[in-house]
């Protein structure tokens, strides 16, 4: 049995909250394109404290690719 791969989105500035930083999770299945998004985003004030969680959990940070939406900051594996 596989366990499907958890991400985590940083965006910055999206529609829904203009200012903020957003974490959205999504579950990488390979059937869903782009991941099924699970759970409710956190909002933060900083994308230091955005982080914080990932950092502490020793997960990895992927940056932006250049063809990533504009408001994406960052992904966390």
Same mark, same amino acid.
């Given at each position: 049995?596989?366990?499907? %791969? $958890?991400?985590? !989105?940083?965006?910055?500035?999206?529609?829904?909250?203009? /200012?903020?930083?957003?974490? &959205? @999770?999504?579950? +990488?299945?390979? +059937? !869903?394109?782009?991941?099924?998004? %699970?759970?409710?985003?956190?909002?933060?004030?900083? %994308?230091? @404290? @955005? &982080? =914080?969680?990932?950092? &502490?959990? /020793? %997960?990895?940070?992927? =940056? &932006?690719? $250049?063809? =990533? =939406?504009?408001?994406?900051?960052?992904?966390?594996?």
């Amino acid at each position: 049995m596989s366990k499907n %791969l $958890i991400i985590y !989105t940083i965006y910055f500035n999206p529609s829904d909250y203009p /200012g903020k930083y957003v974490v &959205r @999770a999504y579950e +990488i299945d390979g +059937i !869903t394109p782009n991941g099924k998004p %699970l759970s409710n985003p956190g909002i933060y004030e900083t %994308l230091n @404290a @955005a &982080r =914080d969680p990932f950092k &502490r959990n /020793g %997960l990895i940070c992927v =940056d &932006r690719n $250049i063809y =990533d =939406d504009a408001n994406i900051v960052e992904v966390w594996l």
